[in-house]
């Protein structure tokens, strides 16, 4: 245990908070290639556990560490703690623990963070407003074109979280997630914890017109991870308050499963997330 | 992110309580051997910080999992799952959340608990008493000896943490650590954070006398890791209220340094934790 220097790092709660806990594991090799630059993988092992505190409307405050490292690098680690500080102090989030070991490269990341009212994916209703902020599919683009342009691959390599946008749509959104796994199944998630399904225009979701380059910008658009967007309801009446970023694609349902249609007309993509969702 | 199946676990802290959190990484080939069974690697995993619970004089709540796993292998993940899931039902704490993760086996575990007031490692001093519960040196000496007996065997593959000790003496412990890296390294940790020295009596260090058989029981006894016993100071006059499983070892100085007595002689057993201390 890093931090203050002692078994364990000592927290004292605000009264009448909500905390939210999340955490998650970066393998090499799997989540970044071993030879991706050390400060992007700092940074989005960190800005991955940021967007899920943004998912749940919640501010970041304390990190904890745990690096597993092959060998000591001092030049990757500085350039890792390089990126991985940059963000954590855009935020003004404390490092208060964690631990380095020896052995094939991962990175643990654990935050906590606090909230008046966490915003849940259970608590959502038919009938309302699904909308998504900025664009979709730009990340998955990169990683299967490695010649895409510079904005796709920050958007791949350095995802910014959320968190401001997060904290200005927090008490209109009535359910939110964080787009990490593709938007059909993460707004999957949202229906399937709600009990309710979705229609979605495909021509609604926003994206880069570079990504209609690819043949499957569709399944980029709709099942490609990684770009740590907000997808989140709200009600019909609060769409004339959504900030600029964001944009609404669809409602939701009292049929489940989700519905995407183009210009009026229902599509099979035969994507996973879609098809388990829409034969539920 | 599992357990309420949300992007991040929620929490509502109780008002008026102090919080500690502490994460551990075991790594195979490193903390565990590929071939230890699977039910002692889930249970050392999270036996290693609720041992840092302890350490702070406080009770574990909730714990987060990071599994990292080349393959599902389900006979090994039920055999994890029932070492780890004991230990979490003997102390009544739940699993909030964590992930699981492809890529070479390793273990992540962080675990928040709660405590009126922490018991920390910097407010020793001088003139205090040096105390250590149950016995040093056994999962040391099991490591360098395969033919140990089965109890210096289950120290070091299942050491149960001292939470109940150290909820019965957290009142009187004026600072506390948990032996994991060795008696005169983490005694060190107290020692320098308080700004004090100590001087230990040998023999009076309770161990297995079976250890004894081993040219190296010194070096186990102070510099053996993985013994998770507590090491704490008191008052002189709190000596007579110790409980039965701890042993007064030696006292705290003004002196820097630890120094280790045997029948009244310094002795130096070149020992990396103790030069290190013994030298600033």
Chains 1, 2 share one sequence.
């Not at 989540?31 to 991706?36: A, G, L």
């Not at 680690?77 to 954590?88: D, E, T, Y």
């Not at 699904?130 to 998955?140: K, N, P, R, T």
Request: proline residues 5%; glycine residues 8%.
């Amino acid at each position: 245990m890093l931090g203050i220097g002692d078994d364990a790092a000592i927290l004292k709660p605000a009264a009448n908070r909500h905390w939210v806990i999340a955490t998650d594991t970066l393998v090499s090799g799997v989540h970044f290639k071993p030879d991706d630059p050390a400060s992007t993988i700092g940074h989005k092992s960190l800005a991955v556990n940021f967007s899920d505190m943004a998912a749940m409307g919640a501010q970041p405050k304390w990190v904890l560490l745990n690096l597993t490292l092959p060998a000591v690098n001092e030049s990757w680690i500085k350039a890792f703690v390089q990126g991985f500080s940059q963000l954590l102090n855009q935020y003004d989030v404390q490092l208060i623990g964690g631990d380095t070991t020896r052995g094939p490269l991962s990175i643990g990341v654990t935050v906590l963070g606090d909230c008046e009212q966490p915003v849940r994916r259970d608590t959502a209703s038919a009938g309302e407003a699904v909308v998504v902020s900025g664009q979709l599919g730009s990340a998955a683009f990169a990683l299967h074109h490695p010649k895409a342009d510079d904005a796709c691959l920050a958007q791949l390599h350095t995802p910014q979280p959320r968190l401001e946008l997060a904290a200005s749509i927090k008490t209109m959104a009535t359910a939110m997630i964080d787009v990490s796994d593709g938007l059909l199944a993460d707004l999957g998630h949202i229906c399937e914890q709600s009990g309710v399904g979705a229609t979605i225009e495909l021509e609604r979701i926003p994206i880069k017109p570079v990504i209609q380059t690819s043949d499957d910008w569709i399944t980029h658009v709709l099942a490609g991870g990684d770009d740590y967007q907000l997808c989140f309801t709200i009600k019909a009446c609060d769409q004339h308050r959504l900030p600029a970023d964001c944009q609404v694609i669809g409602r939701l349902t009292e049929d489940r499963g989700i519905t995407v249609t183009h210009h009026q007309k229902p599509i099979h993509t035969g994507l996973t997330g879609y098809q388990h969702f829409a034969h539920e």
